[in-house]
T-cell receptor, first 115, second 116 residues
């Protein structure tokens, strides 16, 4: 089974609108971490936001927030007030804390922000 | 520049040749990871080090692949007898372990390997 599933290969959003990128995960570890990364066309992976499995509140970092629904095993990324520079690939990742701290990445969502 | 660096950025080689890539992590980071990324896919975990110890290897890492981190600083990834299927971007990342858990990973720019 896939550890991380991102079901949206591509998304479009109008500039200044909010957008939600979906991520579901599969683990039996009681402790894990969830991450989102951005990969622009230049290729370098950029860390955006982190959520620990025991964190009670949803993580926020500026215009990024992580909608963590533990029972549904989902960790959706919400980008508010989209900007043209947000156009990129977005990857959801999980760290399993009892599995040698291995990281698993999803296949990504290509976000295009339209002016 | 205090980020993760990788060398070379691009490598073109003929099938059957050996190649070696280098990664210099952020200096205070004790975890170092290697990933492979093919076009349109997310990074696939290959292996990681805690200081100089290689703690985990993926089944993707065949016996043609070997990684070292001899002094707990830079790391090398060698691919022997390259095959066309090895063509990919090889990413290195480093992180700092806090409270027993690694934090977010900082990625290098990658080495793009093309095997002809």
């Amino acid at each position: 089974a896939q550890k991380i599933t991102q079901t949206q290969p591509g998304m479009f959003v109008q500039e200044k609108e909010a957008v939600t990128l979906d991520c579901t995960y599969d683990t039996s570890d009681p402790s894990y971490g969830l991450f989102w990364y951005k990969q622009p066309s230049s290729g370098e992976m950029i860390f955006l936001i982190y959520q620990g499995s025991y964190d009670q509140q949803n993580a926020t970092e500026g215009r990024y927030s992580l909608n963590f629904q533990k029972a549904r095993k989902s960790a959706n990324l919400v980008i508010s007030a989209s900007q043209l520079g947000d156009s990129a690939m977005y990857f959801c990742a999980m760290r399993e804390d009892f599995n040698f701290n291995k990281f698993y990445f999803g296949s990504g969502t290509k976000l295009n922000v339209k002016p | 520049d205090t980020g993760v660096s990788q060398d070379p950025r691009h490598k073109i080689t003929k099938r059957g040749q050996n190649v070696t890539f280098r990664c210099d992590p952020i200096s205070e980071h004790n975890r170092l990871y290697w990933y492979r990324q093919t076009l349109g896919q997310g990074p696939e975990f290959l292996t990681y080090f805690q200081n100089e110890a290689q703690l985990e290897k993926s089944r993707l890492l065949s016996d043609r692949f070997s990684a070292e981190r001899p002094k707990g600083s830079f790391s090398t990834l060698e691919i022997q007898r390259t095959e066309q299927g090895d063509s990919a971007m090889y990413l290195c990342a480093s992180s700092l372990v806090r409270g027993g858990l690694p934090g977010e990973q900082f990625f290098g720019p990658g080495t793009r390997l093309t095997v002809l």
